[in-house]
C-alpha cells in the first residue's frame, strides 16, 4: 500500500518534470528525439543521481520502464502540433503552468529523496535526509539546463533551492512526530507555495555587484 | 576467450570515440593536453557512467589503464602537425570520417553496455538493457560535448541516440536465439549503418516550430 | 590521530575550493545563494565523484556535514559587502590569491584522492590510485566551471591537469619508501608549485593551430 503511494507521487513528479524539461526543448526549436530525450532526462535525472548517491544500483530508472515511459509519452503530448501551437499562442499564461509544474516536481522529488533515504539507509543524521532531498529535487532541473546549453535555473531563479531546502527540512523534522505521510504532504506544500510565490511575485535575495 | 574478444571490441570503441573528442578538441584549438583530456573523456566516459549505474565500482576504466593508454595515444596522433594540417587540408572529407569513427563508437558502446549488464546483474528485464546500452552509447559524446561547451549532439543530430536505440533493441532481441556473437554484430551494424545513412543523407525528425 | 589529520587537511582544500567557487560566482554577479551553491558544488564536488567512484555510497559529503558547513560559511564571507568591495577594489591581486587558493584546493584533493583509494580498495596498482587522484582534484573545479557556463579550465589553462598529474605521481611513488605523511606533502607541494609557476609565468603546451 505504501508504495503504491510512493510510487504514485514520484510518477506525479516524473510527469511534471518531463512537462518542465519537453517545453525547454520545444523553446528550443529541438526535433522530436531532442524533445522526448529532454523530458526524459528532466523527468528521470533526479532520481537517477539519488540513487548512485545512496548506492542503490542499477537506478530504479533503470530497473522499472514505468518512469520513462510516462516521461517519454508527456513529453510526446508537449511535442504534439496542437499542443505546441496552443502553447506558443498562449505563452504568458503557458510560463505560468511551467512555473508551477515545475515548482511540483521540485517538491515531489524533494520528498521522494528524504522517503528513499530513510528505506536505503541505516540513519545517518539530518543532514543526509537534507542533502539528499535537495539534490534529487534539484537534480533533474540542473541536468536540463546543462543539456540546453543554460545557466542551471537553481542560480538564476529566485528561491528555487530554498525552497528545495525548507520544504526538505519541514519534511525531516515532521517525519517522526507526525508521521510520514503528513511530513511529506507539508514538505511538498511547502517547496510549491514558496517557489510559486517567489516567482510570481519576483522574490529577490540579495545580489553580488 | 570471451574476454580477449570483449576487450579488443571495447578498446575498438574507445579509440573510435578518442579520436571523435581529439578532433572535436582541434577544432576548438586546444592545446595538447586539452586534446588529450577531451579524447580521454569522451573515450571512457560512457564506460565509467555504464559501470557506475551498474555498480561495478571502481570502474574498468580506473581498474586497467589499458583504455586510457589507448585513448591518449589516439588523441596525440590526431595532435601530431603532419596530421592536424592533413585534417585541415582534407576538411570536407575528415567529416566524412569522423562520423564514419563516431558511429562506430556510438555502436561499439552501445552493444558492450548490453553485454557488461549480462554479466554484472541478474536479470531485470529487457528495459534495463536497453537503457543501459544506449546510456554507454551515449555518455561519452554527451560528455565531451558538454565539456566543449556545445549542445550535446543526441539533441542536434538527426538519428543518433534513435541509432542507438535501434541497434540496442536488435541486440537484446537477438541475444538468446542467435547468441551474443552474432547479437552484438548485428546490433553494431545496425547502429553504424543508421548512424551513417541519416548523417550523409541528412534524414530529419519532425522539429518544434 | 591519522584521521584528524586527513580531516583537517580536506577542511583546508575545501575551503580553498569554496573560495574559488564564491569568487566565480560574484564574477557572474549572482545572488548570495548562488554565490553559495557554486562554492558548496566547487567544495564537495571532487570528493563526491571520489566516493561514488570508490562505490563509498553515501559519499562522505553526505554523511557529514562540516564539510558543507565550512563551504556556505566560506562562500558567505565571499559574498560579504566589505568583502566583495575590498575584492573588486584589488581585483589583479585578488586574482592571484584566487590562482594560489585553487592551487591548493587542487593540491589538497589529489592526494586526499590517493589516500581515500587506499583506505576504501584492497590494491589495484598504481594506476587507480593516479586516475582517482586526479579526478578528484580536477573535479570539483570542473563541475564549477559546468555550472557557471564556461568551458572548464583543465582545457584552457596551461599545466593545470599536468601539475595534478605530476603531484599525484610523486605522492604514489613516494607512498611506501617515504611514508603516507611526506608522501602526500611531497604531491601537495609540487602540485601548488607547478600550478602556481605556470599561472604565473604564462607558461605554454604546445596547441592545435
Redesign the interface.
Known sequence: MDEIYALALELLGTAAFAVSGALT??NK???????M??GLTTATGGG?IRD????Y???A?????IY?LVALLTSLII?LPPV?KSINRHAPAFNNVLTVVDAVGLGVFTVIGIQATHSE?NA??V??YL??GVVTGVGGG?LRD???????S???E?IY??ASILGAAVCILLWEPAGRYIAMAAGLALVVLLRVLAAFNRW??????
Open positions: 526543448a520545444v526549436k529541438m526535433d522530436v528525439l531532442g524533445v530525450i529532454l537517477i548512485l548517491v545512496l548506492g544500483t542499477p537506478p530508472a533503470f530497473r522499472n520502464p520513462s511535442f505546441r539507509t545517518h543524521g543532514y543526509l542533502f539528499v540542473v546543462i543539456f540546453a546549453g543554460e545557466k542551471p537553481i542560480f538564476v529566485h533551492a530554498t529577490n535575495l540579495p545580489k553580488a555587484e
